[in-house]
């Protein structure tokens, strides 16, 4: 599989997780549409583009078990979390439980639409070590005040890679009338996913990652009971061009002029990924990263923060490093010494950074990895831990 990526032979490409490369079906089906754009610009704009764009959407909500109707386009899963957290109905005193697992940048958007209404972010935590799901659902959702109106969590976490229990968490926070806002940008692809099912109230993800869309894809799912209540961050001009049916949509479609054709490949980034064949992208991935989590734990002696199983982690898995590689006491804005080594050295690209007090190391495993990618990493982290690299 290897060879529909164009990855630089130089590198071992372990982090697929935070941007993952397009391959070159994608990049060709993308290139076709943006032709097509310039052909005639004014026939694509004026009269195609709003029902090339609904085509997309339906073959994107068969993939994720909803319908297209209630899906939108947008550039990444940020753009999405700024939408719900502009919209979101909340007064003075309000609070909105994320857990401690969330992305920071998360944490940031809801804080920033929060503050200047009186509003606060509350952090749950989620047990230390994660082995039932359902416990941890129950003992997350406790956490709730009669404060709570939204719960914002992720599907798959992106410091610690794993899968939570985001159905139950839905089911328990609607028995207490507490919307729920899934950020889901690790679980396209990794995780065989139905929207209808979860029942949630937002879901947001990139499609950039896991599902090989190119780059600037993202989708935000509204349930209809929201749709209508939702104001975009940009305003333009509202309203369907081309005499399309009228749609909480189309406050959404017009941001100005730009050029849609990366939402346009989303189709063919699907078909790439379904005729390889999803099963066996998530087992033969969860395998490879499986065979890396345990590896790592031999060499750093530390206790990733779930269960070795499945149902806890997919095709990315994360190690803390061990206590004795230093973690930064403030945001130095530069990559860790042994990230460094790592890349200079080796030419590996994991992810390495700081959670909580202790430095991680992350690992992704898609199409084009392999063994030999995990013991390269393996090798050449014993050696910069012997080493001492930030020494
Ligand atoms: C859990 C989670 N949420 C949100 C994001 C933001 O995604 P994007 O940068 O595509 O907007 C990421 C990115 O890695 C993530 O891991």
New binding site residues.
Partial sequence: MKSHWKLDPEITYLNH??FGPTPGVVKESQLKWRQRLEANPMQFFVREQEFLLEESTEKLGQFLGCDGKDLIYV?????G?NIVANSFPLNAGDEVLLTDH??G??KRIWQDYLSPVGAKVVIGNLPDYMENQDQVARSFVEQASEKTKLIVI?H???QTSVVLPVKKICELAKAKGIAVCI????AIAMQDLNLSQIDCDFYTA?C??WLCAPFGT?FLYVHPRWQGKLRPNITSWGGTMCGREKSWKDEFLWQGTRDLSAFLAVPDAIDFMQQYGLEKFRKQSHELAAYARKRLVEICETKPCCADSIQWYGSMITVPLPDYVPAPTSYTGQPHPLHRALYENHRIEPHVFKWKKSMQLRVSCHLYNDKDDIDRLCESLKLELARKCWK
């Avoid at 550039?75 to 753009?79: G, K, L, M, R």
Wanted: aromatic share 8%; glycine share 12%.
């Fill in positions: 997780g935070s550039d990444n899963a940020t753009f979390m969330e992305y940048s998360v992720s798959v976490t992106s950020d889901g940008p690790h990139s950039h990652k993202g």
